[in-house]
């Protein structure tokens, strides 16, 4: 069984929207604009690319991150790799062509049985929705957290609100950088 990881920029308060700049949302870039930059605190970026077999995506960051991401420096371990897009509306037409093998999962249940296939660790970057609809469906087996030292207050979030049983998770790494980043590597305890 492949492990599923999420990997999340998140603030204290839990909000992971538009972390880089992305256009629509008040605080957009926060990563950037609001805490120093440390090489070392990003570390986790390089190792998730060389361990990773697989990127899972929703619609909305496929649809960010694919015309961008194919082309820059610092991807390039994504571009090879498969691609998985999580969504009920894409169309083929719609996938880039310049950024290798992508496949369109229709469903959650598509998702668990990519899981049971052979291969190594699928990562899950952006994709809000989707991060907790993984979440709520126990899909998710790993998160890798960099929190950052700031309250954003609205924008969308990394878990749902969603009434169900408590998750156990175990921390299994940890570090916490000069500029306030704290970086918390969880496993889902099942």
Do not use: C
């Not at 999340?8 to 839990?14: I, Q, T, Y």
């Not at 929207?17 to 070392?40: H, I, M, Q, S």
């Not at 310049?98 to 469903?107: A, C, D, K, V, Y």
């Amino acid at each position: 069984m492949r492990t599923l990881i999420s990997t999340a920029f998140v603030s204290l308060d839990g909000v992971v929207e538009a972390p880089g700049g992305e256009p629509g949302y008040r605080n957009t870039g926060w990563t950037v604009k609001l805490v120093d930059f440390l090489p070392e605190a990003y570390e986790i970026k390089v190792q998730e690319q060389e361990e990773a077999a697989a990127l899972l995506l929703g619609r909305v960051s496929y649809e960010a991150f694919s015309p961008v991401w194919p082309d820059m420096a610092e991807f390039p371990g994504y571009r090879a790799m498969p691609k998985y897009v999580v969504s009920t509306t894409l169309a083929e037409d719609d996938l880039v062509t310049n950024w290798g093998e992508t496949t369109i999962l229709r469903s959650l249940d598509e998702v668990a049985a990519l899981k049971e296939t052979e291969g190594g660790l699928i990562i899950v970057h952006g994709s809000a929705a989707l991060n907790r609809s993984l979440s709520d469906a126990g899909l998710i087996d790993r998160y890798h957290l960099l929190v950052f030292p700031l309250l954003l207050g609205a924008g969308k979030r990394l878990f749902s609100d969603t009434d169900k049983d408590a998750q156990k998770l175990r921390l299994v790494e940890h570090e916490v950088y000069a500029n306030g980043i704290q970086k918390n590597v969880f496993d889902v305890v099942r």
